[in-house]
């Protein structure tokens, strides 16, 4: 007889405001918050404090967060810090502040649970020398993995300073949950939640071709990324991506072979609100690199993300598989 796999929910978040007091007032600070002001425009802005707001207990409690996920029928949840805790405009010594209580915090909160929560922690990608041993922390404090974003000041992620970082994650197993925070396409998206709407897929997409058309996926195949909302645009996009590189010698100067290749390698979140783009996902990249993820819990996340999986009408396998079969052999690598 076969035991049914828990239901895994990879994209779940925790607020920490021991950090936002950390770096509250401090140089710098204000200018980020300026321009992640000028990038949502003053409308998301008016919306974005109620519905956090309202949140709160679930973002910071655990006890709440396991009712909540009762309600869901969830059985573990991965816990990320949310976004907002990145402050890649940090210099080095309040960096090294930030990731640590990030780690630290995420992994206490988790510790309520811990048959039912595992934890991500931080690393500061705005400063490469730090991101290994930032890697190495949240690995000591129990979590099995950390979060990144989609790039970094100045910084994309096929930066070859990056390269250490990508061996210790290959070398260690450790989980990478790439999600982005806010978009460089600034205030062209200012207007109508365009800022995460447009924003969230596009870096997804601009992060992973990245990753695949520099060839960091070449040399380290063994990286374990989760892409969140389901990797963006690029993997329902993927037929351009492999003209150009059949097409162009420039396009095929980094990598060794086909992008659509590449998604075998890269996990995705279920989370692209849509159950045609689902299964859609699902055939170019494989049931099998395909988790569950809800955005737990903020209003772009979904309430009931085993329902939204069961409405793409999966084979039983395909079905079981991203509910939790694919997660928990992943997260028993750690």
Partial sequence: MTTAPPTVDVHAHVL?????ALVDGLPGHAQARALEARRNGPDALRVNGPMIGERIPRLTDPSVRLAAMDAQGVDVQLVSPSPSHYHYWAGEETAGKVYRLANEATAAHCSAAPDRLRGLGLVPLQHPGQAVRALDHACAQGLVGVEISSHAPGRELS?????????????????????????????????WYL????????????????LIFSGVLDRHPGLRIIAAHGGGYLPTHIGRADHAWTARADARAGCAHPPSSYLKRIHFDSLVHDPVVLRELIRVTGAEQVLLGSDFPFDMGSEDPVGALRAASLSDADFHAIRGGNATALLRKD
């Fill in 159 to 191: 930066d070859p300073e990056y390269e250490p970082f990508w061996d210790r994650a290959e070398e260690t197993g450790a989980l990478l949950f790439l999600h982005p925070f806010g978009c460089t396409l600034d205030e062209r998206l200012d207007r």
């Fill in 16 to 20: 920490l405001p021991e950090i936002e």
């Fill in 195 to 210: 800022s995460n709407t447009v924003g969230q897929p596009t870096e997804n997409a601009v992060a992973l071709s990245h």
